[in-house]
């Protein structure tokens, strides 16, 4: 059959028509409109909108903080990655909570669950607390009192000082903050178990960048909680272990164990397997060469039906002026190299199977 469109939007179909033939057709006099949508059949929808955001009325509000003012050659900004946020029962209910980080000098919000949607809830040891970037957060129950608590980890380009990431217990409808030892350094992604069994929920925090030195490898704390006292442990492990962007605790080896799977940019990604309590690096036995990328994020699931976990890993896409390939991969350099006491990052790409700065002569001597 053939289906005839005409420009008025209305149509006529012929029936049977033998191949081979030269047809002359006329408009009908008599002609039904034509659907569109026939064309663009509607999917079906999984989500809709719900009315009024359920009372959620946050709106992130980042700094007026610019990177390349303190350090002019690096490739891309890293000091605004939030916001961070975090999903459980913070009053003991129940339900469901949501906290949202803030930017420097803006303070964190939290909305407990209501009947009817959600209703913030100001907490003054948050909003004291303001100083600080909330670069991920995740709430638990870490001193074991059945109250989940609030852990949140610093982020931020600014003074070292405001990177201490913070611990708040619930205590009497009030978060208090408690002490933990100083990790002062751009985190950028926190996840927590009880990788040693006791019945303490641990905590691993992955950093990003040392402060105001792109490049460079910063340390990963494994925080170790006895009774909701925090300690490090195992720091050499987890000493320069790349520019971390996001985490798991993932039995990757099925023996029972959860280990730790990490990745992150200028890195690959990267496997500490955990044989009883005690976290060793086994990467060099789990994945080839050249698989540095500007990783981005982990997703565990079993995509083949096999009873095994399986990992989609997000990594920099290609639309950008960042090209790599297995045979070009890019390259960064990372040094004092006019010996002025401040350091200088350099990336370069190839073109033509020739490496090149991705910044010009100009921003290069400034």
Sequence with gaps: SILIIWPDRTCQSLKNVKPNQTLTIKPLKVRKSFDYQLFHPQAKQFFKKVDNNLG????????????????????????????????????????????????????????FQTPNGFAKKEFKGLSQDAIYEDASAVIGDFNNDKLNDLFVASGGGQNAADLQSRLYFQNNSNLVKSNLPE???????????????????????????????FGSEPDCYLLNNKNGVFTLAQGKVFEKIGMVTDAVFTDFNNDGNTDLMVVGEWMQPTFFANKQGKFMNVTNDLLPKNTNGLWQSICPFDIDGDGDLDYLLGNWGLNSKFKASAEF????YFDDFDTNGSYETIVTVATDGKYYTTMGLDELAE
């Design 56 to 111: 959620v009325d946050f709106v992130h509000q980042e700094n007026d903080y610019i990177d390349f003012i303190y350090q002019k050659l690096i490739p891309y900004q890293r000091s605004d990655r939030g916001p961070a946020t975090a999903i459980g029962d913070l009053n003991g209910d129940g339900k469901d909570d949501i906290f949202f980080g803030g930017a420097k000098e803006i303070s964190s919000q939290i909305y």
């Design 183 to 213: 990790i002062a350094q751009n985190a950028a992604v926190v996840k927590m178990f009880d990788y040693d069994k006791d019945g303490d929920l641990d905590l691993f925090v992955g950093n990003n960048a040392r402060n105001n030195k």
């Design 329 to 332: 991969p890019m390259k960064m």
